[in-house]
Structures are given as C-alpha cells and as structure tokens.
C-alpha cells in the first residue's frame, strides 16, 4: 500500500486561534473596574452600578462564581464571566506550625510562587503578605533576600494573598457576619517577600482594595508597610496610602547598617531619619515602627541601645526586637535572651516601648525573616531524586 510522501505543505498545522485570557477583576481600583466593564460594552449610566454590586460580591462576601451573583441580570452575569475571572492564586503548600501559624505557598501567573503567612494571637491576627517575587535587597540577615528578584506581583496578587487565606480561614461572613461572630486576620502587614515601596504603585492600588469600606474593609491603622528604607517613596506612601509604617532598621552606624542592609548606602541613618521626620500622620497614636533584628556581638551592645535612642529622638516611635531567627547557611546567630533583655531595659528606660518579638512558625520556616519561595527547594530537591 502506498502512502502520500510527506512533503512541507502536508506538515503544516490548520491555525488554532489563542483563548483569549480573561482578566481578573482582583486588585483594580473601583474607576479600573468600571472602564473595564465599559470595555465590553456595559452602558456607561449603569457602570458605576454595576462596579458597586460587583465589589460588594468579590470584597464582602468572596464570593467567586459571576453566575452566584444573584442581584445582577443574568445576562450580565454570562457576559462579565466571558470577559472576567476572580480566581485565586493555586495554593502549592499550606504548612501549619505547632503554634497555629499558617504558611501559604501560592502559585502566581508564569509558574512562580510567593509566600503569605498567618499568625493567630488571642485577641488578633496577624497577615503577612508579600509584594515581590524574591528581593532586590540582599539583607545579610534575611533568608528572603537570599532569593533573587524576579518580578514586582501585581495589585490583584498582592489582594489575592489576602483572598486566599480568607478562604481558608472559613472568614468570609455569612448573613453580614463573620463566621464565629469575629474576624481572624485583623491585620496585615507588608513584611513578606519582597520591598514594598519598589513595587509602589500596586501595593498602593492593592491596599487601597483591601481598605475599602464596602470590601474587605482593613483600617489604614491596622496595615503596616515595611520598607528597609527607600527614602523617595517614603512620604508618598503616607499621602497615597495612609497606612503606619515600619522601618527595617537594625544598626545604630552607618559601617554596620551598610552590611546588614545594603540600602543604607544609597540612602544612610541621617538621610532616612531626616525623611521620616516628614511622614503624614505621624504622631504619639500613630508612630512609626522600628524593627530591630538582635544578632549576637553585632548590633546588641549597650552602646548600640544608647545609641538607637539618641538616634530616633524627636521621631514619636516603638522599637520592635526581633529575636534572629536561624536559616540554613546563616553567618549570624541570636542574641542571648539576657542581652536581649538588657537591650530593651534601656530602650523602656527612655521612654520608648519595645516589646520582644516572640517568634512564630519556626518549625515552617514562616518566622521573621526566613520567608523564601519553595519552588527552588522543591526543584533542587527533585533534581536529586532524579539523579540519585
């Protein structure tokens, strides 16, 4: 039996023509959302509306199928699910600590992953989210810095950590009100992976999501931006989100902070501390945070207390010590509990409050600090199975 010889015509593929992705409505500010809905041809009198009842679906009650949204046409609903999507990031891995912190490995677009972490206390909980796929700052202390940066995340994946723990965590209210009459995250803190105020226009929009008070409805006051001291971008994260502010500080000098927190070279102590001077807001109810990491014979001398105190005089503020928490690798080692102690009596004795960090979700690597995508472990650590 003869067979037609292949020839390059005969080779060639009919043309698939792509799905078109779907936007995700997540993370948009409520004037995106509504020129969105106008781009596929929602009537420009209702678009207002209709971004109204949309936001109160997503941000109030979580809700994730358009065709659930039982206020809107039905028509409306086929339509606006042709064109859009409020899917969540895949959670990879969830790891609960012995003390009920909860850490999130989530797959974002590409195949990367970032990490979110939840942390329960009694009377509050505590989010940590991420802005960036790894770190541009390479902080000698910081497991996370030792992850390369590969991209800003979007304002809709920033939101999304938040979506996604609220999922998990049964939060979304039923009938108006939170399942076991109360909130569980009550907090959240911009401390995860990443520089926030590199990433500032969508860690902007995205908190702006999150404060809404017809969504997820966070108060500015209960969110807290961490940054290691960007110092252009510090006053407008006052004026164009409002939230309080955390310095990652860790050194009294300049020699010692170049190395901890490389940053400090472009911008040092006097330049950064003349600049929070300036930060909106700033008072005795809302001071500014010093995190302040205690590594063994570097910074937590009594000289270095003194030191921090002299610094940030004038500036209304709390110093957070934060014992270091150990990652494979480490140059540095913690500071004993007694000289943690002596620290924070001289710190107290100046009027300033500074509680000692307990640290949480050690056993999950979720503690201040150690944050670092798995997905390079995970692969390094199928490439030996393979090899083996």
Same mark, same amino acid.
């Given at each position: 039996?003869?067979?037609a010889p ?19 409505? @997540? ?6 959302m509504?020129?969105? @809905?106008i ?8 678009? #207002?509306m ?13 809700e994730?199928?358009?065709g659930a ?8 609903? %086929? ?13 990879v891995? @969830? ?13 974002i ?16 909980? %505590?989010?940590?989210?991420s802005?960036q796929?790894?770190? %541009? ?10 992850q390369?940066?590969v991209r ?13 723990a609220?999922?998990? @965590? ?5 009938n ?14 911009l ?35 961490? %940054? ?11 004026e164009? !989100?409002?939230?309080?502010?955390a310095?990652?500080?860790?050194a009294?000098t ?10 400090? #070279? #472009?911008?040092?102590?006097e ?10 807001r ?5 001071r500014?945070?010093f ?7 570097v910074?937590d001398s ?8 002299r610094?940030i005089?004038g500036?209304?503020?709390? !110093?957070?010590l ?19 102690e ?6 107290n ?7 000692v ?12 600090g ?13 490439l #030996?199975?393979?090899?083996?």
């Amino acid at each position: 039996m003869s067979t037609a010889p292949i020839t390059p015509e005969t080779r060639i593929m009919p043309r698939i023509e792509p799905v078109p992705e779907k936007q995700s409505l @997540l993370g948009l500010t409520r004037e995106g959302m509504r020129e969105a @809905l106008i781009a596929i041809g929602t009537p420009v009198k209702q678009a #207002k509306m209709r971004t109204s009842q949309l936001w109160q679906w997503i941000y109030q009650k979580g809700e994730q199928d358009f065709g659930a949204m039982t206020n809107l046409a039905k028509e409306f609903r %086929t339509e606006i699910g042709a064109h859009f999507t409020v899917e969540r990031p895949e959670i990879v891995a @969830l790891q609960v600590s012995n003390d009920g912190t909860r850490k999130y490995l989530l797959r974002i677009d590409g195949g990367h992953e970032v990490e979110a972490v939840y942390i329960p206390d009694e009377n509050r909980g %505590t989010l940590c989210i991420s802005s960036q796929v790894g770190c %541009t700052l390479n902080c000698t202390f910081c497991h996370t810095g030792t992850q390369k940066l590969v991209r800003n995340l979007t304002a809709g994946e920033i939101v999304a950590q938040v979506m996604v723990a609220r999922d998990d @965590l049964e939060e979304w209210p039923e009938n108006g009100t939170p399942k076991e009459g109360r909130r569980r995250i009550t907090n959240v803190v911009l401390m995860g992976m990443g520089e926030p105020l590199y990433n500032f226009e969508n860690v902007r929009d995205a908190m702006n999501v999150v404060m809404d008070n017809e969504g997820i409805s966070i108060s500015r006051r209960r969110i807290t931006l961490s %940054t290691s001291g960007v110092v252009p971008e510090i006053v407008r994260a006052g004026e164009e !989100i409002g939230c309080l502010l955390a310095i990652s500080f860790h050194a009294t000098t300049d020699e010692v902070r170049d190395v901890l927190v490389p940053i400090n #070279k #472009k911008w040092n102590i006097e330049t950064l501390l003349d600049t929070l001077r300036s930060y909106p807001r700033l008072s005795n109810s809302e001071r500014i945070t010093f995190e302040y990491v205690m590594l063994k014979d570097v910074n937590d001398s009594d000289a270095d207390a003194r030191r921090l105190v002299r610094l940030i005089s004038g500036i209304p503020a709390k !110093i957070n010590l934060i014992p270091f928490n150990p990652w494979p690798g480490s140059p540095y080692e913690r500071s004993s509990w007694s000289r943690i102690e002596a620290f924070a009596e001289i710190i107290n004795n100046a009027g300033y409050a500074s509680p000692v960090r307990t640290p949480r979700g050690e056993d999950i690597m979720a503690a201040c600090g150690q944050l670092k995508s798995a997905s390079e472990k995970l692969r390094k650590s199928a490439l #030996k199975k393979g090899t083996s």
